[in-house]
């Protein structure tokens, strides 16, 4: 049997999040294909919202359709954070950073009170790692960085000419994941490194996930609602 559609399946997902946005909220907008077709979406519906962009790329998409935007730093607290993820487990822990922005991600989602993740059927896995963590990296530490993580049992990478909107590299690692928590926490305290692509602290509270047309939204419980 056919596969059903990658891209009807992230726009069926991305569509449902839309529903999640009112009149005169801080919206936090992610980054990558899935967040995309959310923002095009929720853009159409021409709510009084204020969106707080995660990647230059999606403050310009933003911009060019008419979103009014905030910094992450002008916002005290978002009402609700829609992005996409790379991997999410069963536990509500995501790996991001496929598009390198996840230290943005991160700290947006850290400051939603409602943190929606939209993603295709793809995304959906028993345990984290089949995708590499990205590790956004000073570009100076990253020899050092680079036997840091070899020593935590990583298969280190670094992203071909690839610089993120903070001006640093990325470094994919192949791990075997069992405690993403403690890995999360692991990998931040290299110095050199500026942010993982491990979300174990701050979780998904609703995950979103589109199959062809159909979509499932899965809560989590003691997410917050
Ligand atoms: C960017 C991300 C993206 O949200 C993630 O890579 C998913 O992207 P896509 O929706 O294009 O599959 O974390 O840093």
């Known amino acids: 049997m056919s596969r059903p559609d990658v891209e009807k399946s992230k726009k069926a997902a991305a569509e449902k999040a839309v529903e999640y946005v009112v009149d005169g909220m801080i919206v936090g907008l992610g980054s990558g294909s899935t967040a995309e077709y959310f923002i095009s979406k929720l ?21 060019r359709l008419g979103i ?26 995501l790996l991001k950073g ?5 230290t943005m991600e991160k700290r947006v989602a850290e400051k939603a009170k409602k943190f929606i993740v939209v993603v295709d059927y793809r995304k959906m896995v028993e345990r984290l790692g089949f995708f590499p963590v990205a590790v956004e990296v000073e570009e100076s530490r990253k020899e050092a960085v680079i036997k840091k993580l070899a020593y935590l049992g990583g298969i280190p990478q670094i992203r071909d000419g690839f610089i993120t909107d903070g001006g640093n590299i990325i470094i994919d690692v192949r791990f075997n994941i069992v405690d993403p928590r403690g890995l999360e926490d692991k990998l931040n305290s290299i110095q050199g490194v500026i942010e993982n692509g491990i979300f174990s602290k701050r979780k998904a509270d609703v995950v979103i996930v589109g199959e062809g047309d159909k979509v499932k939204v899965i809560k989590r419980e003691n997410g917050r609602k």
């Open 98 to 102: 496929g598009g390198g922005a996840h």
């Open 43 to 63: 853009a159409e519906k021409k709510l009084n919202i204020v969106g707080i962009p995660t990647s230059k790329r999606t403050e310009g998409l933003a911009r």
């Open 68 to 93: 009014r935007l905030a910094s992450v730093e002008e916002a005290r607290e978002l009402d609700v954070d829609v992005d996409g993820a790379d991997e999410v487990d069963p536990e509500f822990n």
